[in-house]
């Protein structure tokens, strides 16, 4: 069953914490930033009920006594106990641009964060080189007490962005982004279009280690938004497309901007793709029934299979 939600709403918070109870009374609230731009972009939370967020800062920014400094714009993570007392932060820089795009966490409350970095990327005590003046995908982990793991990377001969992660009951990590031209990740090379974004999806094991990665290509841009995983570890993937797009033997057509949600079961193999007219898919997610549950925005009229 796919549910339809006719209404987004966003909270939006600006280097800042809060916390809800489960009957929406409010608990605390916490600060952190500096002087110049920051954001705090992506928050998840462990099995402890401790909260990790993502996001970046500029120059300067203090996590309560533990202060940052960045030479332009840097990443950061922060973990949080659920009493909303910092449990340790970590950053990451770039000798150019740096995005965190997404965090997760896994049954054993290690912490991933997906983006983008434009040259260089340096997490830990690893130095990341990337193509000089392209934006290159990457993938980072750190353990529960907040020491790096390790970091990987998809490169591409034009761009290449992570968006989501999802996490499965094997801890197995499924990153999905977008790409142009072409993009090689661990040894796998995929292929697109020159000039068209495609989207990737790849698959790690939880010491880093690439296990599959596909591609979502068309005759135009194909973009990807968000990626979920169910109870039976299926996984779904919804974004754009914006003329055709292949999903393995399935090829779906559109020429003004088309929804898409497909599914892929748990041996990475595609069971099916959805389509829907005249909104904009922002997030999924599924019940403990695997029914799936969509919100979004859409302008006008909205259709999705025979339902408008």
Same mark, same amino acid.
């Given at each position: 069953m796919i549910k339809l939600t006719n209404i987004l709403f966003v909270l939006c918070f600006l280097s800042t914490n809060l916390l809800f109870s489960q009957t929406g009374s409010f608990n605390w609230v916490?600060?952190?930033?500096?002087?110049?731009?920051?954001?705090?972009?992506?928050?998840?939370?462990?099995?402890?009920?401790?909260?990790?967020?993502? &996001?970046?800062?500029?120059?300067?920014?203090?996590?309560?006594?533990?202060?940052?400094?960045?030479?332009?714009?840097?990443?950061?993570?922060?973990?949080?106990?659920?009493? &909303?007392?910092?449990?340790?932060?970590?950053?990451?820089? +770039?000798?150019?641009?740096?995005?965190?795009? +997404?965090?997760? +966490?896994?049954?054993?409350?290690?912490?991933?964060?997906?983006?983008?970095?434009?040259?260089?990327?340096?997490?830990?005590?690893?130095? !990341?080189?990337?193509?000089?003046?392209?934006?290159?995908?990457?993938?980072?982990?750190?353990?529960?007490?907040?020491?790096?793991?390790? !970091?990987?990377?998809?490169?591409?001969?034009?761009?290449?962005?992570?968006?989501?992660?999802?996490?499965? +009951?094997?801890?197995?990590?499924?990153?999905?982004?977008?790409?142009?031209?072409?993009?090689?990740?661990?040894?796998?090379?995929?292929?697109?279009?020159?000039? !068209?974004?495609?989207?990737?999806?790849?698959?790690?094991?939880?010491?880093?280690?690439?296990?599959?990665a596909r591609k979502i290509s068309g005759l135009d841009c194909v973009h990807s938004s968000f990626i979920h995983i169910d109870n039976n570890d299926n996984y779904y993937i919804n974004g754009l497309v914006f003329d055709n797009a292949n999903f393995s033997d399935t090829v779906i057509y559109n020429v003004n901007g088309l929804n898409f949600i497909a599914k892929y079961d748990n041996n990475d193999n595609f069971a099916w793709v959805k389509q829907s007219q005249g909104d904009f898919i922002n997030s999924i997610s599924t019940d403990n029934n695997n029914n799936i549950y969509l919100s979004g925005t859409f302008y006008g009229t909205a259709s999705i299979e025979n339902q408008t």
């Open positions: 916490n600060k952190a930033g500096g002087l110049l731009l920051d954001a705090s972009r992506y928050v998840t939370t462990d099995l402890e009920n401790n909260i990790c967020i993502t &996001g970046e800062f500029e120059q300067s920014a203090t996590f309560d006594t533990t202060n940052l400094t960045s030479q332009n714009f840097d990443l950061f993570v922060a973990k949080y106990n659920e009493s &909303g007392e910092l449990i340790w932060v970590q950053q990451a820089t +770039s000798t150019n641009d740096l995005f965190s795009r +997404s965090i997760a +966490s896994d049954t054993k409350n290690n912490i991933y964060i997906a983006g983008n970095f434009l040259d260089t990327l340096i997490i830990g005590d690893t130095v !990341v080189a990337g193509p000089i003046n392209l934006k290159t995908a990457f993938l980072a982990k750190y353990d529960t007490y907040g020491q790096f793991l390790w !970091v990987r990377t998809a490169v591409s001969n034009s761009f290449a962005i992570a968006y989501s992660i999802a996490i499965n +009951s094997n801890d197995e990590i499924y990153v999905d982004g977008m790409f142009e031209d072409s993009l090689s990740i661990g040894t796998n090379t995929l292929i697109a279009l020159p000039s !068209v974004h495609s989207v990737f999806i790849a698959k790690y094991d939880d010491l880093g280690n690439l296990t599959g």
